[in-house]
């Protein structure tokens, strides 16, 4: 616990008292802690790609200089470098747009159904690579939700991104699309999207904490898959910016099922 004392001295007719004050300034400190420690990570996650380029920049200047084969090599090297930094500021700005609108519900109305079949559309190159099957098993045709199609479109993305990532090549992946009219958690009718994988599943102790900026279970893994670590917090934010609920359930050896679940009605200002 931080406290922030403050003394001052007080006249009164038996004489001078001193009054001192303790105010509890422990989140105050908690919430610059984790800035701080934000600025680290990032400039770590910056530092790394920009170190490797410098090297290969001054290797083609040096060595390489009369090495075409190798110059071609390490010039691949440096894309891939400079696209994990071109990842990283993207979803970092991603990242801070959707903090900075968390206060305003979007209300756009936003048919799931579809936006589903156009994301997987869009992964379909990335799907056909990993091997992947991807299956969208829908209740309905169509399923309107209050929404910003453009962020809940990153959310589904992520998620399937994930899921082919850590899911296993030549797997399935599972979209199931329901509703629910009095869902407990929403206190309403909600949706609920889920994308299951029949990866190598989470371990328990890892759930709580995968929604943390640059939590990874496996660092290695994760940046050889290209990831920046920061999906699943972009994913909790615009969830969370559309009163939902982001539900993660997996077990070692698994798989993983990740369900979005969305309100159906509108705040009850514009209703
Ligand atoms: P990354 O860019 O590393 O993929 P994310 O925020 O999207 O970052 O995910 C955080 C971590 O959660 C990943 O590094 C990975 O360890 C774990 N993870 C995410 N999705 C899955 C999944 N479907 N199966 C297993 N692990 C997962």
Redesign the pocket.
């Given at each position: 616990t931080a406290y922030q004392v403050s003394c001052s001295a007080v006249e009164t007719n038996d004489g001078t008292s001193v009054l001192m004050c303790f105010e509890d300034v422990t989140p105050i400190e908690q919430i610059g802690q984790m800035r701080r420690d934000f600025v680290a990570n990032v400039s770590h996650e910056l530092r790394s790609p920009l170190t490797a380029l410098l090297g290969f920049i001054e290797t083609l200047q040096g060595p390489a200089r009369d090495d075409p084969a190798a110059a071609e090599r390490f010039l691949g090297t440096m894309q891939e470098e400079a696209s994990r930094m071109e990842r990283l500021v993207k979803?970092l700005l991603s990242l801070s747009r959707v903090e900075a609108q968390e206060r305003v519900r979007p209300t756009d109305p936003v048919d799931l159904v579809a936006m589903l079949h156009t994301v997987i559309h869009a992964n379909a190159p990335l799907l056909q690579d990993a091997e992947v099957i991807c299956s969208l098993d829908a209740e309905v045709d169509k399923l309107i939700v209050p929404g910003d199609a453009d962020q809940l479109q990153q959310v589904f993305t992520?998620?399937i991104?994930?899921?082919v990532?850590?899911?296993g090549d030549g797997k399935t992946v599972r979209i199931s699309v329901r509703t629910d009219e009095e869902d407990p958690s929403l206190r309403g009718p909600s949706a609920i999207v889920e994308?299951a994988?029949q990866?190598?599943?989470?371990d328990g102790v890892?759930i709580p904490r995968?929604?943390e900026?640059?939590?990874?279970?496996?660092?290695h893994?994760?940046?050889e898959?290209?990831?920046?670590?920061?999906?699943?917090?972009?994913?909790k934010h615009i969830v969370n910016r559309h009163r939902g609920r982001l539900r993660i359930q997996?077990e070692s050896g698994q798989?993983?099922q990740?369900q979005v679940v969305l309100p159906r009605d509108l705040p009850a200002a514009t209703a």
């Open positions: 979803d992520n998620l991104e994930n899921a990532k850590y899911g994308i994988d990866g190598a599943g989470i890892h995968l929604t900026r640059f939590y990874r279970i496996d660092n893994r994760s940046r898959m290209g990831g920046t670590g920061l999906g699943l917090a972009i994913v997996s798989g993983s990740f």
